[in-house]
């Protein structure tokens, strides 16, 4: 399981983190949710400054939203972000 948002914590660490805040209103601000354990592939790696090389990496799909009340128009938008260390925290 993982506790979300901001500062996302995972696996036991989300019983203690749920104790610590447990009569916090904050807590209501918190969404938890599965961990989703993305597929890991290769690739190049194509990064400023750098030579290019096969690494592992995953791929994430971020969904956000905007709302301009003034005009009353909602966007949504999808960007799909490459992670080249896919052992970084929250993957």
Avoid: W
Avoid at 51 to 73: K, N, Q, T, W
């Amino acid at each position: 399981m993982c506790l979300l948002p901001g500062n996302n914590v995972f696996g036991e660490a989300v019983r203690d983190e749920l104790q610590k805040m447990k009569d916090s209103p904050d807590r209501a601000s918190y969404i938890l949710m599965k961990r989703v354990h993305p597929v890991v592939y290769r690739n190049y790696a194509v990064i400023a400054n750098r030579p290019v090389d096969l690494r592992e990496m995953v791929s994430e799909l971020g969904i956000f939203g905007c709302l301009l009340a003034y005009v009353m128009l909602f966007f949504i938008c999808f960007a799909v972000f490459t992670v080249v260390d896919p052992n970084a925290p929250g993957l």
